[in-house]
């Protein structure tokens, strides 16, 4: 039997609740690989139910970590900086969840997060062209790797040439550290020092990951892919430069994790929240600007999982979901957090007009973005309570229509509703 691949990703701006759909699915994969990313991503699931509940979150390990048996790898598309990421994987441990290369695989082509490339973000942000970043050092890691001079979980094996591979990116950190933003510079032996430290931490689960991924799908595995982020704020399709720095969407599991997705079965889960949320600046189309707005953050939390900033809140927007159709539409859509709008008058953005007129593609250029209007309509709302609603036919008919005119804007079925936040609380349509 062929080996079977689904694909998990977020179709907004990230924070959509993806690991808690990936916690489900995880269920029946016995693999659960991360193509993209670092810890800028911030998962939160939560364990236990019936007031035993715990939350764990997640910035670099897949949701995969805390079902027995299900390893989890980390793929050469990701950015991973040493010293945070041994701290996850201590943590984790000692909370219960085995972190053991039995569990674990981290890919030897991920690159590496090191101190000069977190001074250069940190920098950047404070005194530079400031765009809310998560501050994780991501965009200079991959900046450096584009500019060949990444330093990758490999080079941890040759640390007699490592020297060789920090040498250029160093200098060249260093004086942009020094002359543009006359700050201190980072010196050789700290960068060498930081390396050392983590070699017996990480080479154990260093393995090659996509020999290894297609040895399981070739024995008739399930292999779950999380997408961290979202469509909108993919290197390419989304709103650069407000994006991060990665590609985030399906495509991008083939380089990140070297798993050719034309070769097995595949599914893609695009996760989509009953609204729509944001932190970060840039233009954001639907923006609320009333008391609505707050409500809505109030009750769904929405705060930063790995910054802990609020987040900007819109209503649900048809021209991200049809951006997301055209360029990677899901074969199945899972919708989170409706239980948040029962009792608030709800509208949606419908479309865009620019200069009047209706707008008909996402548009590329944020000045034009900006430039747009939402067109909003008022929808028929809910009283109800639905938190914790199992099945779909216990939903109030509004929130049926609403629900189905999501899954229309992304001409896909909808195949997971998530009612709240605990894993029991989900339709399985
Ligand atoms: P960076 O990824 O830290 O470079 O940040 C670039 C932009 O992406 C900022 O607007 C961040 O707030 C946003 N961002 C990065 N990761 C996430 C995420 O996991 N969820 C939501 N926004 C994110």
New binding site residues.
């Given amino acids: 039997m062929a080996g079977t691949v689904t694909v998990v990703f ?1 179709t907004q ?3 959509e609740g993806k690991a808690r759909i990936v916690d489900y699915l995880a269920q029946n994969a016995s693999v659960v690989v991360r193509y993209n ?2 810890d ?3 998962h939160t699931i939560v364990i236990g139910a019936n007031g035993q509940q715990r939350k764990l979150v997640l910035h670099y390990l897949p949701s995969g970590i805390v079902r027995p048996g299900v390893v989890n790898v980390l793929g050469r598309g990701m950015v991973l900086s040493p010293g945070r990421l041994i701290t996850e994987m201590e943590q984790v441990h000692s909370a219960g969840f085995p972190v053991t290369p039995k569990s674990l695989i981290i890919s030897p082509g991920a690159h590496l997060t090191l101190s000069f490339h977190q001074a250069l ?1 940190n920098a950047e942000e404070d005194e530079g062209d400031r ?6 050092g ?2 200079p890691t991959y900046a450096f790797k584009h500019l060949y001079q990444g330093v990758r979980v490999c080079d941890l094996a040759h640390l007699e040439h490592a020297q060789e591979r920090v040498r250029q990116p160093l200098a060249h950190a260093n004086a942009i550290l020094e002359r543009v933003y006359e700050r201190d510079t980072v010196a050789m032996e700290v960068v060498m020092a930081e390396l050392e430290a983590c070699v017996p931490h990480l080479l154990p689960f260093v393995r090659d990951e996509a020999y290894y991924l297609k040895d399981r799908l070739t024995a008739g595995e399930h292999v779950l892919c999380e997408g ?3 469509l909108m ?1 993919d290197v390419d399709l989304g709103i650069y430069p ?5 590609n985030t969407t399906p495509a991008a599991v083939n380089a990140g994790a070297g798993i050719d997705l034309l070769r097995w079965d595949t599914q893609v889960v695009g996760v989509a929240k009953a609204y729509i949320s ?5 233009p954001l189309v639907a923006e609320i600007r009333d008391e609505r707005g707050e409500t809505i953050r109030e009750r769904g939390n929405e705060y ?4 802990g ?1 609020p987040r900007r809140i819109a209503w649900f927007d048809a021209m991200l979901a049809n951006h997301c159709a055209v360029v990677c539409r899901p074969t199945k859509l899972a919708i989170t957090k409706i239980d948040i709008l029962s009792g608030i008058p709800i509208e949606d953005c419908y479309g865009y007009r620019m200069a009047g007129e209706r707008v008909r593609a996402f548009p590329v250029s944020m000045q034009d973005l900006a430039a747009c209007e939402p067109v909003l309509g008022k929808v028929p709302g809910w009283d109800r309570d639905i938190t914790g609603a199992t099945y779909w036919d216990d939903l109030p008919p509004r929130c049926q229509q609403y629900l189905e005119m999501i899954g229309e804007a992304y001409k896909a079925p909808i195949g997971l509703v998530s009612t709240g936040p605990e894993r029991s609380q989900l339709i399985v349509r």
């Fill in positions: 977020g701006f990230g924070d990313g670092g800028n991503a911030g973000e765009r809310n970043t998560t501050r994780r991501i965009s961290a982020q979202g704020l407000y994006s991060t720095s990665s944001r932190v970060g600046d840039g930063g999982a790995t910054t900033r």
